[in-house]
C-alpha cells in the first residue's frame, strides 16, 4: 500500500519550492516506502497481540530518548487520541527495556533479552514487530533531524566531540556454538538469529513471493523478518530506493556512510557487507580498511582525506543517539561541493543505518563460515 500523506516533510515544515523538497520529490520511491513503513506500523488492521496504544507509546518514548522533539509530540497527539493505555505493566516494562537497548547501546543484547520478553508475553511475530518498531522510529527521528538540518530549521544539536567508535561483541563463540568474528572485518559473514526464523513450509504464496521477489528465500534473516511481511516489503523497497538510485551521492559513499553507523552501533555484520562494497566502488581498500580498524573510543574519521573526514564526522554525528550533526558539519559538506540531492542520500543512508544495525545486533549475531 502507498500511503500518499507525507509525515516527514510535515513535521520537518519542509517548503516545496526548495531544493531539498526537490531533492526529495527525486527520490520519491524512497519517500514513499518510508511512509508506508510507518503507516504499515501505526495505521494497519488493528493486531490485538500488539495493540495500537502500546506502538505509540514507544514510538513516543524512543523519539523522546532521540530529542527529536516534534516526532514524539507526534506520537504522544496519536495516542491520546486512541483514549486508551496499555494494560499489561509487566510486558509494558519488558519492551521498554528492550526499546532503550535498542536505542542506547544495541551491541549489549543477548539472547536472553528476547527470552525475557517471551516470559512477559510477547509472541515471536510481536518481538519481530517490537523490533521493527524501536528500530525503525530510530530511523525515522534521524531522518527527521537530518531533513530540519538541511532545511535550515532549528534542530536540538548536542555539542562535545566528535562521535566515536563504539565497543563490540568480543565472545569468541555464538549462541549457537559457531565461530563469531572477533574484529570488523571485511570477511563475508553470515547470520543466526536468536529466535526462529519462520518456516518455509507456513509461508502462504504471497510470502514466498515475497522472498523470491528479492532473493531472500535462503536467509534466516528475512525469514524472521517476515513474520511482519507488509512491512519487511516496504524495508526492503526503501532500502532499495536508498541506495540503488542513480544520481546524487556515488554509491560508494552511500556504503561509506552504512559503514559508519555500524561502527558506531557495534554491527559487525553490517560493516562486513557495507565496507566491502565501499571498498570495491571506491578503489579505496586501504582507507575503507583503517576505518573499520578504528579501536572502541577511537575517532572514525582520523587519518582521512579530507572530503571523507566531512562525510565520515557528520556520519557519526548523526548516528549517535541522541544525534549530534550540526550546521558547521553541513556548512563543510557544502563547501566541498555536496548538493541537495548528494546531501539528501547522505542523510538517508546513515539514518538507514540505525534501523539496520538495530535489528542485525538485537535479534541474532554474526558467524565466521
Keep these: 500500500m502507498t500511503d500518499t500523506h507525507d509525515l516527514l516533510a510535515t513535521l520537518a515544515d519542509i517548503d516545496s519550492d526548495s531544493a531539498l523538497a526537490q531533492?526529495?520529490?527525486?527520490?520519491q520511491a524512497a519517500g514513499e516506502a518510508i511512509q508506508s513503513s510507518y503507516h504499515a506500523?501505526?495505521?494497519?488492521a488493528a493486531d490485538d497481540e500488539f495493540p495500537r496504544a502500546e506502538r505509540l507509546l514507544l514510538a513516543q518514548r524512543v523519539s523522546e530518548w532521540h530529542?527529536?522533539?516534534?516526532?514524539?509530540a507526534h506520537y504522544g497527539d496519536a495516542l491520546r487520541q486512541t483514549a486508551q493505555r496499555p494494560e499489561n505493566a509487566e510486558r509494558l516494562r519488558a519492551a521498554l527495556d528492550h526499546a532503550e537497548r535498542l536505542a542506547f547501546t544495541p551491541a549489549q543484547a543477548e539472547p536472553q533479552h528476547l527470552q525475557g520478553l517471551q516470559q512477559a508475553g510477547w509472541s515471536l511475530a510481536a518481538i519481530v514487530t517490537l523490533s521493527q518498531l524501536i528500530a525503525f522510529v530510530s530511523f525515522q527521528s534521524r531522518l527527521l533531524y537530518g531533513y530540519r538540518l538541511l532545511a535550515g530549521k532549528a534542530v536540538n544539536a548536542v555539542g562535545g566531540a566528535p562521535v566515536r567508535a563504539a565497543a563490540w561483541r568480543t565472545e569468541r563463540r555464538t549462541h549457537g556454538g559457531r565461530q563469531a568474528p572477533l574484529a570488523f572485518t571485511r570477511q563475508e559473514l553470515e547470520w543466526e538469529p536468536w529466535i526462529a526464523a519462520k518456516p518455509l513450509a507456513e509461508f502462504d504464496a504471497a510470502g514466498l513471493a515475497l522472498l523470491a521477489r528479492f532473493g531472500h528465500t535462503d536467509s534466516d534473516y528475512f525469514r524472521l523478518l517476515a513474520r511482519n511481511h507488509p512491512l519487511l516489503e516496504q524495508r526492503t523497497l526503501a532500502d532499495r530506493a536508498i541506495f540503488y538510485t542513480s544520481g546524487g551521492l556515488a554509491r560508494a559513499e552511500r556504503e561509506l556512510a552504512a559503514t559508519v553507523a555500524s561502527k558506531v552501533n557495534g554491527c559487525i555484520y553490517c560493516a562486513s557487507v557495507h565496507a566491502r562494497k565501499a571498498a570495491q566502488l571506491s578503489k579505496q581498500g586501504d582507507a575503507v580498511q583503517q576505518l573499520l580498524e578504528v579501536p572502541p573510543g577511537g575517532a572514525l574519521s582520523e587519518g582521512q582525506q579530507d572530503a571523507w573526514r566531512a562525510q565520515i564526522d557528520f556520519a557519526a554525528a548523526l548516528s549517535?543517539?541522541?544525534?549530534?550533526?550540526?550546521?558547521?558539519q553541513l556548512a563543510l559538506l557544502r563547501s566541498q561541493g555536496l548538493t541537495p540531492l548528494e546531501l539528501l542520500d547522505l542523510v538517508q543512508s546513515t539514518a538507514f543505518f540505525a534501523w539496520a544495525n538495530r535489528l542485525m545486533l538485537t535479534l541474532g549475531e554474526p558467524f565466521v563460515p
Design 41 to 44: 506500523l501505526f495505521h494497519a
Design 67 to 72: 530529542g527529536v522533539h516534534a516526532l514524539a
Design 320 to 328: 549517535a543517539t541522541p544525534p549530534r550533526a550540526n550546521p558547521d
Design 23 to 27: 531533492a526529495r520529490a527525486t527520490r
